[in-house]
């Protein structure tokens, strides 16, 4: 429950009658959850897996066994907007909500390879291609930019502002394009060649 609100378990102790006696204490399950929309849940397509945002913890749910299976967290956590995962099962991306939060990329034991920073107050979506090698973020309002990042890397490629409010981000196939979609728009981005300029500008 205490994960669903935010807040982070760290593995500790806890003191019984006989003083020398520890316990360790770990996060067994999570009690509802915080998707406020469909980026904040996601598909794992390499293990038939459901993953979603509850506070500061990113869950994984297993369909086949009715259970969650694990449990990934950052250091100094905040609440978690957004999650998607790579299409092979190499990598995670979850953005937070909150002051200079961060894209956090997961590797497949639960580590954290990138904290990717560029968002001022939150992120709103997450996006990684086929081929997993880029990733895409989008800000939240007040802070309405696109981001393109070197997923294996960790470093930006690009970013542009925004002139509307964006509610979901898509790569097309090996990253070439990206679709943004939100008040009343879609749009197409033509990435051809922009991989290759470490700080290209996003048009």
């Not at 956590?77 to 939060?101: N, Y």
């Amino acid at each position: 429950l205490a994960a669903s609100l935010g807040q982070s378990w760290k593995t500790g102790t806890m003191s019984s009658r006989n003083r020398d006696s520890r316990a360790s204490v770990t996060l067994e399950k999570v009690i509802g959850n915080t998707v406020e929309s469909n980026n904040g849940a996601c598909f794992s397509a390499s293990d038939s897996t459901l993953l979603y945002t509850a506070g500061a913890t990113l869950v994984t749910f297993c369909p086949r066994r009715n259970r969650q299976t694990r449990f990934w967290k950052a250091s100094q956590p905040q609440s978690l907007s957004c999650v998607c995962a790579s299409k092979d099962g190499a990598f995670i991306a979850a953005g937070e909500i909150g002051r200079s939060p961060r894209v956090l990329v997961f590797g497949m034991r639960g580590e954290v390879l990138h904290e990717l920073r560029h968002h001022k107050f939150g992120v709103r979506c997450v996006a990684i291609n086929d081929s997993s090698t880029l990733l895409a973020s989008v800000g939240v309002d007040h802070d309405d930019t696109l981001v393109l990042w070197d997923l294996k890397r960790g470093a930006k490629l690009a970013s542009t502002a925004l002139k509307t409010t964006v509610h979901s981000v898509k790569f097309h196939g090996d990253g070439k394009q990206l679709l943004t979609a939100g008040a009343k728009h879609v749009k197409y981005w033509d990435l051809q060649g922009l991989v290759e300029e470490e700080h290209a500008s996003l048009i």
